[in-house]
């Protein structure tokens, strides 16, 4: 019911800028919370951003607050995270992933039964 296809990863030194996107199917899209969450190599699966149906509530980690924009374009199916001064530790596979319900109140990627593939996003300094 819910396909989800990131793209928009690769490589950027540090300070730069990276917009992902997450495009979107199903008619439940527009309806459900979605969240992008990362993993870094030899570390767990971490959470990033979240954005509600409407788009009017967001949240995000603290090691991405005031760097990084999650948004939605319900008419294009398609969420975004746009991550400016991009810094070693961002360095991660980031993926989006769809919620069950309006919006989340926790960071628990349990919430998300939904996963796209995956966008490698790399770092250099």
């Known amino acids: 019911q819910v396909q989800l296809v990131e793209s928009g990863g690769g490589l950027v030194q540090a300070g730069g800028s990276l917009r992902l996107s997450c495009a979107a199917s199903?008619?439940?899209?527009?309806?459900?919370?979605m969240g992008w969450f990362r993993q870094a190599p030899g570390k767990e699966r971490e959470f990033v951003a979240a954005?509600?149906?409407?788009?009017?509530?967001?949240s995000y980690s603290n090691s991405v607050k005031g760097r990084f924009t999650i948004s939605r374009d319900s008419a294009k199916n398609t969420v975004y995270l746009q991550m400016n001064s991009l810094q070693p530790e961002d360095m991660a596979v980031y993926s989006c992933?769809?919620?069950?319900?309006?919006?989340?109140?926790?960071?628990?990627?349990?919430?998300?039964?939904?996963w796209g593939q995956g966008t490698q996003v790399t770092v250099s300094s």
């Open positions: 992933a769809v919620a069950n319900k309006p919006w989340v109140t926790t960071t628990s990627q349990y919430e998300y039964p939904y």
């Open positions: 199903g008619r439940t899209f527009s309806s459900y919370a």
């Open positions: 954005i509600n149906w409407s788009g009017d509530r967001t």
